[in-house]
């Protein structure tokens, strides 16, 4: 074009008064204080858990073990949320055993989570082939898990019970060989809230002949209140989301505005996300907008069966040589 000729030539930027500051006077990021210990062949947990690096991650995880330790130690509530995936990777006695030790105050989950937990209860296995299964017709047509679950919420609504002390109820107090694996069976019988939030529709037992939609979504309603309720007391204490992309992180957002708006002081909480995946509705709806005036928030990225059990592990050492534990 015409007007680049009136252009200059460009020249190399002279460099030879660049200015330097000393090493030492330089704020740094990483220090050797913070690396890694190479773990011994007889070490304890501990001395692989005092070894991990200072940094990122493992420094993040540490800290959420400090907030859940500090939370119970002062009383505060401990919440799980969660979809059905830790229950299929087999988290089922891990999360168990947290409530038993009063670590995990409430529970909260999606439908299919009632699925797999009755399962597991009932028969010792569960998680179809879908594809096969699909391709016959009879995806999530199992008689037992239809007919026994679709029962229950239907015998709870009744009684006017929320949908997890419905299932927790019959599994309890029924002839299923395997419930002492069963959340929803430990959470009736400590008198732990564990809650359900169901999208109608997306769970097999709502194909079944004898489901009752306005049963379902009654019990998932007083539910949901529930939940409001378990939040509104949120002050000080922890929520962790475990696998739930969509469905609890938007529940846990609507029953915090419940909780806020009725006057309920919920600004210094810790909020955490756990995903092998970090997506939106977790980052915005659990991590940032609650935290926006307050609080802490973490996210932990990697596999449940892994992550988790990690976690577990640190807060129960931790909560040990916490006192009245």
Known sequence: MAGNKKNKKLKLLDIKKIKTIPLAGRKSKVELEL??????????????????????????????VEAVATAREKGRPVVLGMGAHPI???????????????????????GAAIVHDFELAYLGRTS????????????????????????????????????????????????????????FACGFELGIPVTVHVTIGADIIHMHPNADGAAIGGASMRDFRLFASVLSGLEGGVYINLGSAVVMPEVFLKALTVARNLGHMTRDITTVNMD??????????????????????????????????????????????????
């Open 88 to 110: 299929k990777v087999g988290l089922s006695p891990l999360i168990i055993d947290l409530m038993r030790r009063g670590i995990i105050t409430a529970v909260a989950t999606n």
């Open 276 to 325: 092998f995946i970090q997506h939106y509705r977790p980052r915005e709806n659990v991590l940032m907008r609650p935290t926006l005036r307050g609080g802490a928030s973490y996210a932990l990225t990697g596999h449940h069966e892994i992550m988790f059990p990690l976690l577990a592990a640190g807060i129960i050492e931790r909560m040990a040589d916490r006192p009245g534990q």
């Open 35 to 64: 690396a890694a210990r190479p773990p011994l062949a007889s070490g304890s947990f501990m001395d692989f858990w005092d070894g991990l690096p200072g940094v990122l991650a493992a420094s993040n995880i540490k800290k959420i």
């Open 128 to 183: 179809e082939d879908v594809a096969e299964e699909l391709c016959k017709g009879t995806f999530g047509m199992a008689r037992e898990t239809g007919l026994l679950l679709n029962r229950a919420i239907k015998n709870g609504e009744k009684k006017k019970q929320g949908l997890g002390q419905s299932i927790g109820a019959l599994i309890s107090k029924g002839r299923f060989p395997f419930k002492k694996k069963s959340i």
